[in-house]
C-alpha cells in the first residue's frame, strides 16, 4: 500500500497551561505513531486571534502535525479523540499530494 501524507492543525483553547499543552501536544504525537504513522513535523503556531468567536474563545494556540501513514489508522484515531478532548477547540487533517 503506498505511503500518503498528511497535515493536521488543531486549536488548542488559550487558558490552557503550558505544562498541559506540552502533555497534549506529546500525547498525539504519540496517538500518530501508535497508529502506524511517522511524524515529518510537529510544530506550534501560537496564539492568533480567530475572524469569529468559537466556543465563546476569541483566540486560540495553533498546533500543526505532518506525517505519513500506509492507513488511515492514525488519521481516523486522532479524529476520534480531538472530538472528545475538551482542550481542542477545532481540528482539521488535510491529505497532502506526493
Known amino acids: 500500500m503506498a505511503t500518503t501524507k498528511y497535515e493536521v492543525t488543531y486549536i488548542?483553547?488559550?487558558?490552557v497551561d503550558e505544562e498541559s499543552k506540552k502533555a497534549l501536544v506529546e500525547n498525539?504525537?504519540?496517538?500518530?505513531?501508535?497508529?502506524?504513522?511517522?511524524?515529518?513535523e510537529s510544530k506550534d503556531w501560537g496564539k492568533r486571534r480567530f475572524?469569529?468567536?468559537i466556543d465563546?474563545?476569541?483566540e486560540g494556540t495553533y498546533h500543526i502535525m505532518t506525517f505519513t501513514a500506509d492507513n488511515?489508522?492514525?488519521?481516523?484515531?486522532?479524529?476520534?479523540l480531538s472530538k472528545i478532548d475538551n482542550m481542542i477547540?477545532?481540528?482539521?487533517t488535510v491529505?497532502?499530494?506526493k
Open 56 to 58: 465563546k474563545y476569541r
Open 12 to 15: 488548542i483553547k488559550p487558558d
Open 72 to 80: 488511515a489508522d492514525a488519521v481516523n484515531e486522532f479524529g476520534r
Open 28 to 40: 498525539y504525537d504519540k496517538v500518530i505513531a501508535d497508529n502506524g504513522g511517522t511524524m515529518v
Open 95 to 97: 491529505k497532502l499530494d
Open 89 to 92: 477547540l477545532r481540528s482539521m
Open 51 to 53: 475572524a469569529y468567536e
